[in-house]
């Protein structure tokens, strides 16, 4: 059973940084893909950046709203992916969630929530102006 546990959220204010990180357990696996999203209230979730681990190395991929502010990156030693934000803006504010898929996935579709079949259960980000 696929588990996976965020910590790390908070409230701060803007231009500040915070440091999510997603702990996964019950992957057997050698290729999966997890996922960071986000979602504000009365919005769609939204995929935020993503790696691809294959045989233990990671591509990184990032929405354009958080490229160059955002960075994913994983330990595999302790199976975490930690997802650092830096120059944070009251716009990042949102529910944050990681995710995991095992599925083979097109590019275009790895910033996509419908390809996540395992999901954390969230923790909130604040940013403040």
């Known amino acids: 059973q696929v588990q996976l546990v965020e910590s790390g959220g908070g409230s701060v204010q803007a231009g500040g940084s915070l440091r999510l990180s997603c702990a996964a357990s019950?992957?057997?696996?050698?290729?999966?893909?997890i996922g960071w999203f986000r979602q504000a209230p009365g919005k769609e979730r939204e995929g935020v950046a993503a790696?691809?681990?294959?045989?233990?190395?990671?591509?990184?991929f990032y929405a354009d709203s958080v490229r160059g502010r955002f960075t994913i990156s994983q330990d595999n030693a302790k199976k975490t992916v930690v997802l650092q934000m830096n120059s944070l803006k009251p716009e990042d504010t949102a529910m944050y969630y990681c995710?995991?898929?095992?599925?083979?996935?097109?590019?275009?579709?790895?910033?996509?929530?419908?390809?996540?079949?395992?999901w954390g259960q969230g923790t909130q980000v604040t940013v403040s102006s």
């Open positions: 995710a995991a898929s095992a599925r083979s996935l097109t590019i275009a579709a790895i910033l996509g929530a419908n390809s996540y079949d395992y």
């Open positions: 790696v691809v681990i294959y045989n233990r190395r990671g591509t990184t």
């Open positions: 019950g992957y057997s696996v050698s290729s999966y893909c």
